[in-house]
């Protein structure tokens, strides 16, 4: 059998080239002003790459093959975020070609504002924009940089940028738990389990004391500390947006 043409295909660059064509790349800096506007910053960069790389405050990591089903609207496995196609997603890989590449199937889906970084990583890195320590757990945020939210245990209560709240024991064993999931989503179950056994804990306790907390946080903290529905809560590395 004679192979076919390879005219009859495309290239990788040509991919690549069409894909670029549907998207307003960003850069670094474009990225940056974006993420600060609300825009879902990802990270599709292995573990061992922001293991020495460094991570992105603020950004979702994501692995390159759950990408779809976790930013698609009417995917079951979708993200809190991804709530419709008019979700704002850009996109970060190790120099910008795989990411530029993912975009254009984000726009498939109908993510009509998916887009990516030029130059990927490197180049925010080399901008001299915000680079902390890794590697954050994938499905997680990565903690910001600024300390908004600052665990006090010496008095067992949280400075919120300065302003003490107070907190009940058990309340303070809560959000010590949450912290320390640096932005990962902590069911219920693991909440009880790691701080121990308390009256009523077998019931929906759990999520009156943590609606407590956020009543006593101020109301710009308060949108850090979110209930994922049905599965338990997470301080958010920002606050969540707001409903359209």
């Known amino acids: 059998m004679q192979p076919q043409q390879t005219g009859t295909y495309r290239s990788v660059e040509q991919l690549l080239r069409d894909a670029r064509a549907r998207l307003q790349r960003l850069t670094p800096s474009q990225a940056a002003c974006a993420q600060a506007e609300g825009a879902l910053l990802v990270d599709l960069r292995s573990e061992l790459q922001r293991r020495v790389q460094g991570e992105i405050p603020g950004s979702l990591v994501l692995e390159r ?65 915000p680079v902390v320590p890794g590697p954050t757990m994938t499905g997680s945020y990565v903690a910001a940089v600024s300390s908004r939210i600052i665990l006090d245990p010496t008095g067992s209560r949280l400075l919120v940028e300065g302003r003490p709240v107070a907190l009940t024991p058990l309340e303070f064993r809560l ?7 640096n ?23 759990v999520d009156l004391h943590m609606h407590r907390i956020r009543r006593k946080l101020e109301p710009c903290a308060a ?5 994922e529905r049905g599965v338990g809560f997470r301080f958010r590395a920002r606050p969540a947006p707001e409903p359209a």
């Open 175 to 181: 959000v010590s738990e949450l912290l320390r999931s």
């Open 65 to 129: 093959n759950v990408l779809e089903w976790r930013l698609d609207p009417q995917s079951g496995s979708r993200i809190e975020e991804a709530a419709d196609h008019s979700l704002r997603v850009v996109l970060v890989c190790p120099q910008g070609y795989t990411s530029s590449l993912a975009a254009a199937g984000l726009h498939d889906l109908g993510l009509h504002r998916a887009t990516d970084v030029i130059g990927g990583f490197e180049a925010w890195a080399e901008a001299g924009l």
């Open 183 to 205: 932005g990962r989503v902590v069911t219920r179950d693991e909440l009880r389990s790691s701080i121990g056994d308390w009256s009523g804990s077998r019931s929906r306790s």
């Open 223 to 227: 949108g850090l500390l979110t209930t």
